[in-house]
């Protein structure tokens, strides 16, 4: 699936893991395919699934960020989650004990204005200090931002959550009828396994719509950044703060940048979760996002933002696909069985493969400069790959 | 090349009563000398004598007590290291510090100070400027690197070359910064004699091209050899300064190395 967000990516450049990811991810879209075809996987349901698959990934990136980038240890995925989520939902919702009512771009607005008021609060204190302070201050915020959420009622509606919340593209031209005016569509590929698409289908295509715009620019922005000279000030930062300082480079400004940057990924993800499940509640802020973003990136390599993508997608996976268990007779219960699977995947990722699935494997140099440079045209592949790469004497 | 009796008016670095205790231990006490423009200061001192504590008061990573620390006739005292290194003082760690999944291309190119690409907003306002910078200090950095023989390297994982090659990598990365003082902390230390000959004429070569040098270093034989003059550290402060012969045949040097006498 990663190649679909990296066209430029040509077949042939691809290194073993990226290879058997490509082959994976095609065998299990095929999978869905067939699943789809035969109407055993709902069309709108398939499509909710894309689109929190879209939402993981974009939590993962807002990680990525951080910690892949920097080394920042961020704990509170959820809490900035929850603002990007309560942040539009309030300002948006019918329900909204607050304002409420407003254009879902206000909302957008203010949900990470409020992501990055907070994010500067809690890096102003902890940045100049150790890791270790960002990581405790931000197990606290989360905490926190929790605990205002349920019991600040006049505010949030504590732990009722808000309800009564429009659609994204409620109020654009085209886009907010759109589901509405499309027909129903009747697809009979396989005979005798009809697959009907309502309006209830052409909503959920366009919050995948809306998923793919905000994890596409997400992307391309990180992308760009990850192979700058400001993506490496804070490799170099996660490496060795010290050598960094050493070299002229304000280090705490950079990892401010960063943790921002991160941030507001999140709450964008919020944000779209707002629209994409037209309710929130305080368990959305549960310690498990926090989990679950960070397994992503771990998974997928940490520093990586294909890998970042791809552990997005694992986690909805198994977070969604454990739920056709049910129909399975099994001795245990679905939501246990997630996260031993979780588990599982963790121990076997830790013990075979360290570095995550799609760990960054190419030399990050501004593009321009390989191709025009006196650089090799071709930039070192594998660089993580190789151990004891020779030429040592 | 000068000699250590010149007046020091056109000194790049001048610390001046310089102290630092950590509790009731003064790591420096009151340490007072210049580095002249254009010379390999060397900076020798038995175990202990506060040579390290000293270069990290002067690049910034630790805050002295009292005293001044000048870059170029800038007062730097209580700067942050960043903002040292800006007035061009650059420094070099006793343990090489790893890159980890860089290649040394890679690692060479963090060495550029105040490059356009570092400015978030400007990879995406001018994308141009920030490709024009990246490509000239590609070049300087393989230029570099092939002044140093060490281009083969280029490609390879910045973790996976010798210590010594480590060494000549962040001289080498040291120099894309354009220091105006080069702080060496133990250049030589671990490494072995054929590298360390390579080093040794390599800091003379940059000498000579005009960068000025500070270097802590435990190999008498390379630091006799190379720097001029020497300023020697005991406990804190400066037991004297002199020609590397001068420093050689004094009784209050060898007492402090011996021991003896205290």
């Known amino acids: 699936m990663s190649a679909l967000t990296d066209p430029k990516g040509a077949i042939a450049e691809l290194t073993r893991p990226e290879g058997w990811v490509l082959g994976v991810s095609v065998a299990f879209l095929l999978f869905l395919l067939a699943a789809l075809l035969t109407g055993a996987l709902g069309p709108t349901y398939f499509l909710f699934l894309v689109g929190l698959a879209g939402m993981y990934a974009l939590l993962s990136f807002g990680l990525n960020a951080q910690w892949g980038f920097t080394g920042l240890i961020n704990f509170s995925v959820a809490a900035f989650f929850g603002i990007g989520a309560y942040g539009s939902a309030l300002m948006t919702a019918s329900g909204s004990p607050i304002a409420g009512g407003y254009n879902p771009l206000v909302g957008l607005v203010v949900a990470l204005v409020v992501a990055l008021v907070l994010a500067l609060l809690i890096g102003i204190p902890t940045l100049r200090l150790r890791a270790d302070y960002l990581a405790i201050a931000s197990l606290g915020l989360a905490e926190v931002m929790r605990l205002i959420v349920l019991n600040e009622r006049w505010l949030t509606n504590g732990s009722a959550g808000v309800r009564g919340i429009p659609g994204f593209f409620k109020g654009w031209p085209v886009l907010s009828t759109f589901p509405e005016t499309m027909p129903g569509i009747r697809l009979e590929v396989i005979p005798g396994s009809p697959v009907i698409l309502e309006t209830a289908f052409w909503r959920a295509s366009l919050n995948v719509l809306l998923v793919l715009a905000f994890a596409g620019a997400v992307y391309f922005v990180l992308r760009r950044a990850h192979r700058s000279p400001w993506g490496r000030v804070l490799r170099t930062i996660r490496s060795d703060e010290d050598l960094a300082r050493a070299l002229g480079k304000d280090t705490y400004s950079f990892k401010m940048q960063s943790f921002v940057l991160g941030s507001l990924i999140m709450a964008l993800a919020g944000v779209f979760y707002t629209h994409l499940n037209l309710y929130v509640g305080p368990g959305d802020l549960d310690p498990i996002t926090t989990f679950y973003a960070w397994v992503a990136v771990i998974l997928g390599g940490s520093g990586s933002n294909r890998g970042a993508l791809f552990g997005g997608i694992v986690i909805v996976t198994i977070r969604e696909g454990t739920r056709f268990l049910n129909d399975v007779a099994l001795p245990i219960d679905p939501a246990p069985l997630r996260l031993l699977l979780i588990g599982i995947v963790i121990v076997a990722v830790m013990r075979y493969r360290p570095q995550g699935i799609l760990p960054p494997q190419r030399e990050l140099i501004w593009p321009s400069a390989v191709d025009g440079g006196g650089a090799p045209e071709t930039p070192d592949s594998g660089v993580r790959e190789r151990k004891g790469g020779g030429g040592d004497e | ?262």
């Open chain 2, 1 to 262: 090349m000068s000699e250590g009796a010149l007046p020091k008016d056109d000194a790049v670095l001048r610390v001046d009563d310089l102290q630092k205790s950590f509790g009731g231990l003064a790591a420096t006490d009151h340490a007072t000398f210049a580095v002249e423009r254009g010379t390999i200061t060397g900076l020798i001192g038995p175990n202990g004598a506060g040579k390290s504590t000293l270069f990290n008061l002067i690049s910034g990573f630790y805050e002295p007590d009292g005293g001044t620390v000048e870059v170029n006739g800038t007062d730097v005292t209580g700067m942050e290291p960043y903002q040292v290194a800006d007035h061009g003082l650059i420094r070099t760690f006793q343990t090489p510090r790893k890159l980890e999944g860089m290649t040394v291309r890679e690692a060479m190119l963090v060495g550029p100070r105040n490059q356009p690409g570092e400015s978030f907003l400007r990879l995406f306002a001018s994308p141009g400027s920030v490709g024009e910078s990246e490509s000239a200090n590609l070049a300087d950095a393989e230029r570099i690197l092939e002044e140093f023989e060490i281009d083969h390297l280029a490609a390879q994982p910045a973790t996976d070359i010798s210590g010594g090659q480590m060494k000549l990598v962040e001289l080498a990365r040291a120099m894309l910064a354009e220091p105006e003082v080069l702080l060496l902390d133990e250049p030589v230390a671990g490494v072995n004699p054929t590298l360390a000959k390579k080093l040794k004429s390599q800091i003379r070569r940059l000498n000579e091209q005009g960068t000025t040098f500070l270097l802590i270093e435990h190999d008498m034989e390379f630091v006799m050899d190379l720097a001029d003059p020497i300023v020697v550290l005991d406990q804190g402060h400066v037991l004297t300064e002199g020609t590397p012969d001068g420093v050689r045949s004094d009784d209050r040097v060898i007492d402090a190395y011996l021991g003896g006498g205290a």
